[in-house]
T-cell receptor, first 114, second 110 residues
């Protein structure tokens, strides 16, 4: 069975542009979470969606938004890109959202903002 | 969520046990301890989690002190493929909203 997939793998944008990142969870998984990992740091939680509803939001500005589709895939959108948005964006899926639900991470999308 | 403190780096000889410590002195009663690892250029991988009892699975053992202020992840027989950054995370309610620190970089050597 396929793991979590993300697209694109790499992306280069310029300041002020908009970007959309995509994530397909493992089949049967209903929860998708997004994380930002800046070089040298651990992943930071951005959003969690479960059953197509936002269930959690980290400390990120309103330029960041996300949604989950009926097939449980998800998009992360970032508007008005800043140089500081350059990072690895990780998507993780799990079957549910309780404490015992193991998260499976995708390989990430490497975003570079010039 | 409580913060964690981990040593920035550790070395371990292949075949020996790797013991990775984590301090979480401000942990509250309903917070779990999670361990993930991240091998270079890959997404993090779940290892184990626990509340207050020691836990063991096919990958590792988790030892939580009685006062829950610290824990140790044990890889019983480290291999070169265990070289990675190991993250200790404390969180409540859901396993899907975790905030990672900077972790411990474990280098397994021959």
């Amino acid at each position: 069975d396929a793991g979590v997939t993300q697209s694109p793998t790499h992306l280069i944008k310029t300041r002020g542009q908009h970007v959309t990142l995509r994530c397909s969870p493992i089949s049967g998984h209903k929860s998708v979470s997004w994380y930002q990992q800046v070089l040298g740091q651990g992943p930071q939680f951005i959003f969690q969606y479960y059953e197509k509803e936002e269930r959690g939001r980290g400390n990120f500005p309103d330029r960041f938004s996300a949604r989950q589709f009926p097939n449980y895939s998800s998009e992360l959108n970032v508007n008005a890109l800043l140089l500081g948005d350059s990072a690895l964006y990780l998507c993780a899926s799990s079957f549910g959202q309780g404490v015992d639900n193991e998260q499976f991470f995708g390989p990430g999308t490497r975003l570079t903002v010039l | 969520d409580a913060k964690t403190t981990q040593p920035p780096s550790m070395d371990c000889a292949e075949g020996r046990a790797a013991n990775l410590p984590c301090n979480h002195s401000t942990i509250s009663g309903n917070e779990y301890v999670y361990w993930y690892r991240q091998i270079h250029s890959q997404g993090p991988q779940y290892i184990i989690h626990g509340l207050k009892n020691n836990e063991t699975n096919e990958m590792a053992s988790l030892i939580i002190t009685e006062d829950r202020k610290s824990s140790t992840l044990i890889l019983p027989h480290a291999t070169l493929r265990d070289t990675a950054v190991y993250y200790c995370i404390v969180g409540t309610g859901t396993a899907s909203k975790l905030t990672f620190g900077t972790g411990t970089r474990l280098q397994v050597t021959l």
